[in-house]
């Protein structure tokens, strides 16, 4: 650790020398470890704690001040950083969220195009508009497959000219953009180059303007010296909020802070005036905390809401803070008072300790006398209303007051100088003194009547309510139902239908909880959450046996002509229109949830919902694995985890000691498998299943697996070219027609004459026959039935689910059938002459498809009508079973055809 941290977390960061992935991770460890407490240069840590009363605050300035005095001469610093005209961009960026670039505000997948001014708009109406934004298309996808962190960025839709087009599209609006560096990615696929130099090229080839150091502490001054070599200086801004030994290059910072009542001072503000913390809180419901903090400090706001695919949105009351306290932040911090070596916080207020009012100070760069004061409120109940500061009446006679908040003028008392102005519980103030006047049209009185006018309503008038963001299941669209399963494209399994199948499933998902929303939320629950379990009826249906291989996607591209219109990734294995040698039976990879629905919709398949597919790997056991409740690697491929992908096995190779109980295979360990999708107004995700062969080393941060079938995780969409990956395949499902309810089915002989109709549920029944032409109707419930001995014709039983308002029948040879008639259903019975004819009977009954009719031929106590009718054979294909009641032939039908109504 020592050797490690003398090399690359050296003090002068002068290097960035090629170290192990283990010692790499050391030095991440000790380097925040140390950033976050104390170290011999700097015994605060990122915040200095406030004086402990005003009576101290003197000689706890006087204090400050010589530490940052002395620190600097240690280190010979002299802001090397901010004279670079590329970087006054950083001491500027105040409102800055992080987000997704699969944000649906963002990018538009039914046009595929980008939407960088919708999702500018939104900001602006929500929260007053950004500076920067931290663009980032890696974590949490990252890991399903070997591509890198710059794979994952260079993989979204249109690459890199795409990416230009966005990135100058936000550059007209006056943001500026970062990548997020993911430090810890030392276990994907090798780029042959160093992190920084690659880094460097990647954010001037895209015309960006700096990076976020995702987990770093500070970032090594290699990375700065990298993208002055490239020709385009970079905003460093590490997570961990950086160092005083890496201020010189780490223009930016995040702030995870402390929030006690009276203020910190952030330190690396106080060490040098220009430097820009984002305050984050990712997490937080109410912002006030952290963005009070950052308003006192001068800084920045990190106004995060994707997290990670997680809406934690902003409340309208947080939103309208912003707006106010990012204007004020803009307007003085462009006239460079909030970058003033000079400042001083904890300046003296009249409500420090009644009230709880705290100010800092920050001069004008043009003059010292002019100033600029931030106040907040830290009294979340009691709003500060009379006198707030104190002016020497020196000061009073040569400079004119504003409140700078409300946007009128303030005039000191007569008596002492005082300042008053009111700041509601939980608020802002701002005061300006100025020499000048705000004359009508000018920049002052602009920003003074926008704030004016922005602060007629208090905040404590807007909506602070938190509320989650719901989502929906996309339907997955039925296919026809069938009897037996398609035989278009490969092996299915038939899954029987079950009354009471227990799903129940936990998402895996590295951050988030279930009060703020992770995970999905299925239509039977209130809000997206992590845990999910429910009793639910399962309809019969068809499984692939195996996932969907190389030679069956070939097949399909030859017979249905499909061409990508765009190309990136797809089907990142096959060179020439082919896959590898001996690659026929593993699994495709390298499509896309869209061309995976193709596919199967192009054999009259879909994808399996995520309950079916894990009913078919688990049954009704409730087991953890498709084997059994123990893990056995022997049952699965062996883990692969080096920096490329060797490929996956054969779909078979496991099987059957790896299938489920219905016979199944190949549903873990192999690739993941897509199942469904789920979207809010901003994210669209799929649900994945059965984990990889692959996942990387080095990180806890890679796409995490889940082998057991009561697992799923979470994988986030966007477009073909993102979505491709070389660790998700997919297998087929098609809908089934009911399995038969009846007593009679799967059996070949009743010994009695009883037909007990009643096992057939809430179906309805009609009864015709008997020789006095009897027609008995049911619907619902009902008794058993006994047809009438010694009958001397034919007797039928038609059962549906549906109102039969006309039944036919008609004899080939002619006989009158005899009819009868019923109010419920108009029903009609048919008789033919003793002795029976070898004539054919037409029987024909309206119904619907899916439905069950039941027809009985019989000449019940009748040996010679008996002798006549059987054995028979009946020639319709959609007869699924045929059985014999003495005396009586049973035909069971199911409605196949979906374009025919009888």
């Given at each position: ?9 050296s003090l002068t960061m002068t290097c960035f020398l090629p170290v192990s992935v283990a010692c790499f991770v050391l030095c991440v460890v000790a380097a925040t470890n140390a950033a976050s407490s104390t170290s011999g240069l700097n015994p605060y840590g990122r915040q200095i704690p406030a004086p402990e009363s005003l009576a101290q605050r003197d000689e706890w300035l006087a204090g400050i001040k010589k530490w940052r005095e002395t620190t600097k001469a240690q280190l010979g610093y002299n802001g090397t950083v901010y004279k670079y005209p590329q970087l006054q961009w950083t001491q500027t960026s105040f409102i800055q969220p992080q987000m997704h670039p699969y944000d649906k505000f963002f990018y538009n997948r039914d046009q595929h195009t ?789």
């Amino acid at each position: 650790l020592s050797l490690c941290l003398s090399s690359w977390c050296s003090l002068t960061m002068t290097c960035f020398l090629p170290v192990s992935v283990a010692c790499f991770v050391l030095c991440v460890v000790a380097a925040t470890n140390a950033a976050s407490s104390t170290s011999g240069l700097n015994p605060y840590g990122r915040q200095i704690p406030a004086p402990e009363s005003l009576a101290q605050r003197d000689e706890w300035l006087a204090g400050i001040k010589k530490w940052r005095e002395t620190t600097k001469a240690q280190l010979g610093y002299n802001g090397t950083v901010y004279k670079y005209p590329q970087l006054q961009w950083t001491q500027t960026s105040f409102i800055q969220p992080q987000m997704h670039p699969y944000d649906k505000f963002f990018y538009n997948r039914d046009q595929h195009t980008y939407t960088p001014e919708r999702w500018l708009a939104d900001l602006k109406t929500r929260y007053g508009g950004i500076d920067a934004a931290l663009i980032w298309p890696t974590y949490t996808n990252i890991g399903v497959d070997d591509r890198n962190q710059y794979d994952q960025i260079l993989s979204l839709p249109g690459g890199v000219d795409a990416i230009l087009n966005f990135s100058r599209t936000l550059h007209a609006s006056g943001v500026k953009l970062l990548w997020p560096y993911n430090p810890w990615d030392q276990g994907t696929r090798d780029t042959g180059d160093t992190d920084a130099h690659y880094l460097a090229k990647l954010v001037a080839d895209t015309e960006f303007d700096g990076f976020n150091g995702d987990t770093m502490p500070f970032i090594p001054n290699d990375f700065f010296k990298q993208s002055l070599d490239v020709g385009r200086p970079a905003g460093l801004e590490p997570e961990g909020g950086g160092s005083v030994e890496s201020a010189d290059w780490d223009s930016m910072g995040w702030g995870y802070w402390q929030y006690p009542f009276v203020p910190m001072v952030d330190t690396f503000k106080w060490f040098d005036g220009r430097r820009m913390t984002n305050v984050c809180n990712r997490w937080a419901k109410d912002h006030t905390d952290d963005m009070q903090n950052a308003f006192f400090n001068g800084d920045g706001f990190e106004s995060w809401e994707n997290v990670w695919g997680t809406w934690n949105g902003m409340v309208e009351r947080d939103g309208e803070a912003t707006r106010r306290m990012g204007h004020i932040l803009r307007y003085f911090g462009q006239r460079g008072f909030l970058h003033s070596q000079d400042w001083e916080p904890h300046v003296p207020t009249l409500q420090w300790s009644s009230t709880g009012v705290f100010a800092s100070r920050f001069p004008s760069p043009d003059d010292p006398d002019q100033a600029v004061w931030l106040l907040v409120n830290r009294n979340r109940t009691s709003n500060a209303t009379g006198g707030q500061l104190h002016v020497p009446s020196v000061a009073a006679d040569a400079l004119r007051f504003f409140d700078c908040y409300h946007g009128v003028p303030l005039t000191p008392s007569s008596s002492g100088g005082a300042l008053s102005f009111d700041i509601e519980a939980g608020g802002y103030g701002c005061v300006l003194a100025t020499k000048n006047e705000s004359a009508p049209g000018s920049a002052l009185a602009t920003f003074l009547a926008d704030m004016a006018a922005m602060t007629q309503r208090s905040l404590a008038s807007y909506d602070a309510t938190w509320r989650y963001l719901p989502q929906t299941m996309t339907p997955i669209a039925p296919t026809s139902r069938t009897a037996v399963a398609p035989t278009t494209s490969g092996v299915m399994v038939t899954i029987p239908g079950t009354s009471a199948y227990t799903f129940q499933v936990t998402g895996v998902e590295i951050e988030g909880d279930d009060g703020h929303g992770v995970d999905v939320q299925y239509d039977w629950e209130s809000h997206p959450q992590r845990e999910h379990v429910r009793v639910m009826a399962v309809d019969r249906f068809f499984m692939d046996k195996y996932p969907v291989t190389n030679g069956q996607f070939k097949e399909y591209l030859q017979a249905s002509g499909y061409k990508p219109t765009d190309t990136h990734n797809f089907l990142r294995d096959w060179t020439n229109g082919s896959f590898p040698p001996g690659w026929d039976d593993k699994p495709v990879t390298w499509v896309s949830l869209n061309e995976a629905r193709m596919f199967c919709g192009f054999y009259g398949k879909r994808l399996p919902n995520e309950f079916e597919w894990q009913y078919a790997a688990q049954g009704t056991d409730g087991r953890t694995y498709p084997w059994g409740s123990d893990w056995e690697a022997n049952r699965v491929p062996s883990h692969k985890h080096g920096r490329t992908m060797p490929g996956p096995d054969s779909v078979q190779a496991h099987s059957p000691k790896g299938d489920s109980p219905f016979g199944v295979s190949d549903l873990v360990g192999n690739v993941w498998q897509y199942t469904n999708e789920f979207e809010d107004s901003h994210t669209r995700a799929v649900i994945v299943k059965g984990s990889s062969y692959y996942r990387p080393d080095g990180s806890k941060w890679y796409f995490p697996a889940a082998p057991e079938v009561n697992k799923h995780n979470k994988y986030f969409l966007m477009d073909d070219a993102y979505e491709r990956s070389g660790g998700i395949g997919f297998r087929c499902a098609a809908d089934a027609l009911p399995e038969c309810s009846s007593a009679l089915c799967g059996q070949a002989i009743h010994t009695s004459r009883l037909a007990n109709l009643t096992t057939l549920g809430s179906r309805a029944w009609e009864h015709f026959g008997g020789s006095a032409g009897r027609v008995q109707t049911k619907a619902g419930s009902g008794a058993a039935v006994e047809p009438t001995a010694g009958t001397t014709g034919a007797v039928i039983h038609a059962l549906g689910r549906g109102n039969f308002s006309s039944v036919a029948f008609a004899w080939s040879d002619g006989a009158a059938p005899k009819a009868t008639s019923s109010s419920a259903t108009g029903a009609v019975a048919a008789v033919s002459p003793s002795p029976v004819s070898e004539a054919a009977l037409t029987l024909s009954i309206p119904a619907a498809p899916g439905d069950l009719v039941y027809v009985y031929l019989g000449a019940v106590g009748n040996a010679s009508l008996l002798a006549q009718y059987g054995p028979h054979t009946f020639s319709d294909t959609t007869s699924l079973t045929t059985v014999w009641e003495q005396g009586t032939v049973a035909y069971l039908f199911q409605i196949n055809n979906n374009n025919s109504s009888s």
